[in-house]
């Protein structure tokens, strides 16, 4: 029977149907961090339940996190709390805690697959809506709550119903500036935030087939945001290449060459994971991604884009007027009005959407050679230390010190500005984000303009929204 | 926080207007900052509610004739972004016992449940009819049962619609949901012996 990638990993991990009709999931991988798991380990304290399984839980300190490196205590009190009681927790659990000492700490969605850890075929949850960026390997990762973090925990299994199926196919060229990003946001648009309520998307054709994992990555991270609690790419070539010799993936052992025999087992079993072509859809939807162009929100909410080159939406000309008429007043742009030109005080790069190395790369190709603008505080994120440590590598870091951005250390940042990192009254941030919320970046006033990496670059040197497709770089 | 069978709330009614409410306009993402969950209750909408005070305007929550309202009415895709289960525990800590929206994000629906808040959908003529009642009389009471899956506010009566599962763990008591789920040990155990990831492939 053909059956698709969802059907395939659910069926895996159902352990059994629960009286009132939902699935006993097994999770393969539960990742942990400082702001979803507190309270749930307390309420196995209060139960004496112990972690059931330690050994397929891992944890990084990353909402909270400092983005300038100071010595412990840190200054801010209640991250250090925080931390701590991670750390304890971990400590307490056998739990393997990714911390700055161990070179390995950064945003959880960002360290699961550097680390070789996210695996097409698993079930992955984490207290963390983004969690859906690891079904970029083929596997069903998906956000949870702070009670099913207790349950994981306890349980290493939750309480589901299954999930629709949408297929997603991509076909085309995307054309030169226009990124993974661009095309999320514009499905994202297309859809609705709450389009995919219900449903798991699978993300096909050969546009995605052609996609590095950090691009796949970008997409399934925005999942959610289309109302999509989890997004997947079926593993392929690709996939196997970007595992293969990492710390965790099959065949790897420290110091040793890579056990292939044992790899190459993986990769056959991963092979057999991906959808059967025959496999049966709840809805199909085909996107075409030569008409894309650079993307940018206007609004309130990741639906709310246009084109670079667009104009914003009249409320009489819009589905959900009350909706843009909101959102138009809050941000304080004018209906019809262009995007291109709006002037930015704020330059953000960074988050589990777009702070990997292949965007800090593209970043720097814009920024190399020009200056942040003057009215601009601009500052890079990178999504971990060892992105940050590879881009040093490459000397990134110094692409951007030059230009004046700030280079910091990794963590979650301005995405939600849970640390110091915050928008000041009404700026208005371009951002490599996910979310552009009232209140979002820290500033119940602020205004967030989301967007790919390349075009918060090339804003904040033009000091404004610009067009990254004429922007002149060298080759 | 509830007792363990859920099958009717009734009290008085707290009406948000707007569709795609988000999390973090619920509970704003500085008050995750935090190893437990008490006091929340005290900053829910707190962005929203100080805005509209700002221009003189009052936010439903901050109305004095809403306090102590247990029904919540509200709009489509209630509950959007974030998993932060901080947003259903400040709604739950503030005394909502029951949510009615024309529809849920599914993560915020799931995180509710969970601690015992149900979440029910009604189509949206019927929303609006009872938006409105509730609207005009702050001492009028809602009706949320799960028994018979109707909502019901000064007269106006509709169909509300639950996943079968959400009503099934809520009238029995089973939302509550770490007890059962450990006594799988067994078939949890056979689980991971099948799961060629764990088993060298």
Known sequence: MSRTLFEKVWDLHAVRRLPNGQTQLYVGLHLVHEVTSPQAFEALHQRGWPVRAPGRTFATLDHIMPTRLEPRPFGDAMAETMATTLERNCREHGITLFDRASGAQGIVHVIGPELGLTQP????????????????????????????VRDVLASQTLAMSPLKVRRIEVTGTLARGVYAKDLILAVIGRLGVHGGVGYAYEYAGDTIARLSMDERMTICNMSIEGGARMGYVNPDATTFDYLRGRRFAPGSAPGDAIDAA?????????????????????????????????????????????????????????????????????MGFDAGQAIAGTPIDVAFIGSCTNARVSDLREAARIVAGHRVAGRVRALVVPGSQAVAAAAAREGLDDVFRTAGFDW??????????????????????????????????????????????????????????VDVRTWPTTP | MPSSHIDHIHGRVVVLRGDDMDTDRIIPARFLRAV???????????????????????????????????????????????SREHAPQALARWGIAAIVAAS???????????????????????????????????????????????????????????????????????????????????????????LPYLNGF
């Open chain 2, 36 to 82: 437990t969950f008490a006091g929340l209750e005290a900053h829910v909408f707190e962005d929203d509610r100080r805005a509209l005070a700002a221009r003189g305007e009052r936010h439903p929550f901050d109305d004095p004739a809403r306090r102590g309202a247990r029904v919540l009415f509200a709009g489509a895709n209630f509950g959007c972004g974030s």
């Open chain 1, 262 to 330: 044992a790899f190459e087992r993986a990769c056959r079993w991963w092979r057999d994971v991906a959808s059967d072509p025959e496999a049966p859809y709840d809805d199909e939807v085909r996107i075409a991604a030569d008409a894309i162009a650079p993307m940018v929100t206007w609004g309130i909410n990741p639906g709310q884009s246009v084109a670079v080159d667009d104009r914003l939406p009249r409320p009489a000309a819009a589905p959900d007027a009350g909706g843009v008429a909101e959102a138009l007043e809050f």
């Open chain 2, 104 to 194: 849920f994000a599914e993560i915020f629906q799931g995180n509710a449940l969970m601690i015992g808040l149900p979440c029910v959908s009604v189509a949206p003529a019927d929303l609006a009819r009872l938006m409105s009642r509730a609207d005009a009389d702050a001492s009028l009471e809602g009706l949320v049962d799960l028994a018979t899956s109707r909502v019901a506010c000064g007269g106006v009566v509709a169909a509300a619609e639950m996943p079968d599962a959400a009503r099934v763990a809520l009238t029995t008591g089973a939302w509550d949901s770490t007890g059962a789920l450990l006594e799988a040990s067994d078939a949890i155990a056979r689980t991971t012996a099948r």
């Open chain 1, 408 to 465: 910091r250390e990794a963590g979650c940042s301005m995405c939600l500005a849970m640390n110091q990192d915050r928008l000041e009254g009404r700026e208005v941030c371009a951002s490599t984000s996910n979310r552009n919320f009232k209140g979002r970046q820290g500033s119940p006033t602020g205004r967030t303009l989301l967007m790919s990496p390349a075009m918060v670059a090339a804003a904040a040197i033009a000091g404004e929204i």
């Open chain 1, 121 to 148: 075929g698993m079930t992955i949850a984490c207290g963390d809506s983004h969690t859906s960026t690891h079904g970029a390997f083929g596997a069903l990762a998906f956000g949870i709550g702070t009670s099913q």
